[in-house]
């Protein structure tokens, strides 16, 4: 079964400033196929034990963070050198005064449910255990590239609610994580007409509700809502949606 989807920005500017823990020793041997198949059959026959898979998949992670944080550099910079999209957001940020690079691009082991998050103070961090391929961790520097571009093109007010909104639309828009194929081959949304729309406003009402100031799910569709139309047609610094 699919995991749930993630909002791919919101993690704590303190998780980009410091490195995560470092992993505990665990014995690797009880981490197998086995007992992970074991875990999902009791998701399919419900049969569940919510905090035992927690803290499985917490420990699973724990015993693998060195080759997961290699694998999520080794495509950082591939990323930076040779994806199309993520070379022109370098130059569209380098433009307005700014500098993304390896240097600040982080790519760290999370424990909350997003792919990744921007700071203007720290820049960019890249979860990289929440990762299922190199498509995916591209589509999440994307987002936060988009971002990035933002917050030096314009003021953004880190309080004004119909602002962040704007951001999230524009970020779900522009970084590639709406198109067809993504929402087809791993979110299940099999929905043809007005696909793009659709995955843009669910994400960015998901990314709305981890803010403090959102009240629950009716309040973030209202600020979405709110800001829809000039946001989601507003494709600067490409051409057109590029994606």
């Given at each position: 079964m699919s995991k749930p989807e993630q909002a791919a920005d919101g993690a704590h500017p303190a998780a980009i400033a410091q490195p995560g823990p470092a992993p505990q020793k665990?014995?690797?041997?009880?981490?197998?196929?086995?007992?992970?198949?074991?875990i999902l059959l009791g998701r399919?026959?419900?049969?569940?034990?919510v905090e035992l898979e927690k803290n499985y998949f917490t420990e699973l992670d724990a015993t693998k963070a060195d080759s997961i944080c290699k694998r999520c550099e080794s495509n950082k910079e591939y990323l930076l050198q040779y994806s199309p999209v993520i070379r022109f957001l370098s130059d569209e940020v380098y433009k307005l005064g700014g500098d993304l690079n390896k240097d600040n691009i982080l790519c760290r082991m999370c424990t909350n449910e997003q792919s990744g998050g921007f700071s203007v103070d720290y820049g960019i961090l890249l979860c990289a255990n929440k990762f299922r391929n190199r498509g995916h961790q591209?589509?999440?520097?994307?987002?936060?590239?988009?971002?990035?571009?933002?917050?030096?093109?314009?003021?953004?007010?880190?309080n004004n609610m119909r602002h962040q909104a704007c951001l999230e639309i524009r970020a779900s828009t522009l970084s590639g994580e709406c198109r067809f194929t993504r929402e087809f081959f791993t979110r299940n949304q099999w929905s043809i007409t007005e696909q793009l729309q659709a995955c843009v406003r669910r994400r960015a009402v998901l990314?709305?509700?981890?803010?403090?100031?959102?009240?629950?799910?009716?309040?973030?569709?209202?600020?979405?809502?709110?800001?829809?139309?000039?946001?989601?047609?507003?494709?600067?610094?490409?051409d057109e949606i590029y994606r």
């Open positions: 665990l014995d690797p041997v009880y981490y197998t196929w086995s007992n992970t198949f074991s399919m026959t419900g049969a569940r034990d591209e589509d999440t520097m994307a987002h936060e590239m988009v971002h990035a571009w933002d917050h030096l093109k314009w003021k953004v007010e880190a990314s709305m509700m981890q803010r403090p100031q959102i009240k629950d799910e009716a309040h973030a569709k209202k600020v979405v809502n709110e800001v829809w139309e000039s946001c989601f047609h507003d494709t600067r610094p490409f």
